[in-house]
């Protein structure tokens, strides 16, 4: 009986055994499967800030339309992560899928960050969203520009989502960034933060760009600030044109393409802008080959990005990252230079430009996949970098100030007694002149009283040209006389020269009435120029007396008078018409000059004047010199 019982227990045991090892395999095998064919799922539930969707992600190449595809099943993929090395090219479709886990009827908000692609995106196998125009050929495939994020309401606990990517316009294929989901609320948030910061610091940046290329515009001496200037506004234009693209909002019918190229070209100008910048900051510690090697190379990358087809000059990144690098180490090189010099500001330029090296570099991994990272940071490194360089030239030019300062005071003092010496020098000539003038008008004094002698015993005929030589030498006397009573001796005050003038000839004639009619306005003439009028104004009256009745001569009207700035006029009036004589007068006779009219002329031509004869007066044009002399 025990037996039986024993027998009875075993056959139970191996059939539950059997059971056993067929439900275990069972679950192993349903175990495998899944792990193997299963979509990747990532929690989505729970947001203190937007979640990266790194994945993995479900990955095959070609278009899949449904997420149940098993082809999207057989491998997975991290991203940010370019895919053309799986494809063996990067003008070809490619599909992305991932579950999310999800709260039902709690909307969320999706941003793809912008692949450089076409792409279509479903949400449990319905299309939400699309950007540029699938082509039947891999090579037609035009991208376009979508900068909206993608709201949606999940309901259910999984959602998933396919991304469809096709691309005939770049090297790369696949996400330089992570696409990233978040509550509509949260990615509001971080969108506006995002946008804020950016565009606050492309406004600084232009502003910084602005001021410098004014400060060359004041001071062309040192090209520091312009370069400085302008590789700032670039900078601004190479910030403003990616991540946020604050770039499309300002010009909204901005292509794909066109974005392309201004983000390449404004990263490509950096290079030659501070090679200048460096050149202009430090030309003694730069290497002039190196300078137009980078000069070069720039204008060569410049030329594809700006001209070739956006295929064309994309794969050539990987190459200008290289140029880059080996230009951060030319770049320590020439700042190692300067502060072992101690040039102004070079240890500042030197940490922050070595700071900046390493956000470079870490960009440049980033774009190449190298690192798995999610923000670009050379911009923030180039911010810093440009407050440095700003301080540097606002060191610059402080120490310029400086030196300014003090040679414009030893300039001062050193004009100043130049001024001094100068004056005393003035001084000195004045005395002399002054000293000079007394002694020619007392000579000619002397030689008036030595013709008045011979007059006394001079037949008629001689006595007439003694007293006219006397006239003559009294107007030139006269014009000595008045620099004597004037404080300046290198002009003459025309007023008080006629009237000493007048004066003295109603003494040599007193049949002749003179009227002069003083100007309202001091003028000041050359003295040699005052003595040629003296001896004019003392020939027109000779002149008259001789054509005229001596029991009835006409009385001699003078008067002065301003024709414009520099000139003035003088008006003579003795009753005769004297245009016939003037116009029929020769002006020398072998070369030396007549008394009269021909005397008149040549004096007229000395002084650099105009004489012009009306028939009731004539008119002496000469200039003279401001009122304030």
């Not at 090219?89 to 599909?95: A, K, P």
């Not at 309401?153 to 996400?175: D, M, R």
């Not at 501070?274 to 990358?301: C, E, G, H, M």
Request: proline share 4%; charged share 15%; hydrophobic share 45%.
């Amino acid at each position: 009986m025990y037996k039986q019982l024993s027998v009875y227990l075993m056959t139970i045991l191996d059939k539950c055994k059997h059971y056993f090892n067929t439900f275990f395999t069972f679950l192993l095998f349903t175990f495998f499967t899944t792990s193997l064919y299963a979509i990747p799922t990532m929690d989505a539930t729970n947001f203190k800030e937007p979640l990266e969707l790194r994945g993995p992600w479900g990955f095959s190449p070609g278009i899949i339309s449904h997420a149940s595809a098993p082809e999207l099943q057989h491998q997975s993929i991290l991203l940010p992560h370019f895919v053309e090395s799986k494809l063996n090219t990067s003008q070809s479709e490619v599909t992305f899928a991932l579950k999310l886990r999800t709260l039902p009827n709690i909307p969320l908000t999706l941003d793809l960050n912008e692949p450089f692609s076409v792409w279509k995106l479903y949400i449990n196998d319905i299309l939400v969203a699309q950007s540029g125009k699938f082509a039947e050929h891999s090579t037609d495939h035009k991208a376009a520009i979508y900068r909206k994020n993608i709201t949606f309401t999940p309901t259910s606990e999984t959602t998933t989502l396919l991304i469809q990517l096709a691309n005939s316009e770049h090297e790369h294929i696949g996400f330089y960034q992570t696409p990233t989901v978040a509550s509509t609320e949260i990615m509001t948030q971080s969108y506006f933060k995002k946008y804020l910061f950016e565009t606050v610091i492309t406004a600084l940046l232009i502003l910084v760009g602005i001021y410098h290329i004014g400060l060359f515009a004041v001071w062309k001496k040192d090209k520091a600030p312009l370069w400085f200037g302008i590789l700032s506004l670039f900078v601004a234009l190479r910030m403003s044109s990616t991540s946020e693209m604050i770039l499309v909002d300002v010009f909204d019918s901005l292509s794909w393409e066109m974005l392309l190229r201004t983000q390449y070209i404004s990263g490509l100008l950096s290079l030659p802008l501070y090679v200048w910048y460096l050149d202009s900051l430090y030309p003694n510690q730069i290497i002039r080959v190196a300078k137009y090697f980078y000069f070069t190379i720039a204008l060569f990358f410049l030329m594809l990005a700006s001209f070739f087809p956006t295929l064309t000059f994309t794969p050539f990144l990987l190459t200008y990252e290289f140029v880059y690098l080996s230009f951060i180490i030319y770049t320590l090189i020439v700042l190692f230079r300067a502060v072992s010099v101690k040039e102004t500001g070079s240890l500042l330029a030197f940490v922050t430009f070595v700071i900046l090296s390493g956000l470079l570099i870490h960009d440049f991994l980033r774009f190449d996949n190298v690192i798995a990272s999610s923000t670009d940071i050379a911009p923030y490194g180039f911010v810093l970098y440009l407050i440095a360089q700003a301080a540097i030239l606002l060191q610059r030019y402080a120490q310029t100030f400086t030196l300014i300062e003090e040679h414009t005071d030893n300039l001062e003092h050193v004009v100043a007694d130049r001024t001094k010496e100068l004056s005393r020098l003035v001084e000195q000539r004045e005395l002399l002149l002054r000293e000079l003038t007394h002694r020619v008008k007392n000579n000619l004094q002397f030689i008036i009283s030595l013709i008045l002698i011979q007059r006394k015993e001079a037949d008629p005929r001689t006595l007439v040209s003694l007293k006219t030589l006397e006239s003559q030498i009294q107007s030139i006397s006269s014009v000595h006389e008045t620099l004597c009573s004037q404080e300046n001796v290198t002009f003459v005050e025309l007023n008080n020269y006629m009237l000493n003038f007048i004066h003295s000839i109603r003494n040599f004639y007193p049949k002749v009435e003179i009227t002069y009619t003083q100007p309202s306005t001091p003028f000041y003439i050359n003295p040699d120029h005052a003595v040629s009028l003296g001896l004019i104004i003392n020939e027109l009256i000779t002149n008259h007396l001789k054509h005229s009745n001596p029991t009835d001569v006409s009385p001699v009207i003078i008067s002065i008078e301003s024709n414009e700035d520099t000139q003035i006029v003088l008006h003579y009036r003795d009753g005769h018409d004297h245009r016939e004589m003037f116009h029929h007068t020769e002006v020398s006779t072998f070369g030396l000059p007549k008394l009269g009219w021909p005397m008149i002329k040549v004096l007229i031509k000395q002084i650099n004047g105009e004489i012009i004869p009306y028939k009731e007066r004539l008119e002496i044009k000469l200039n003279c010199y401001n009122e304030d002399k």
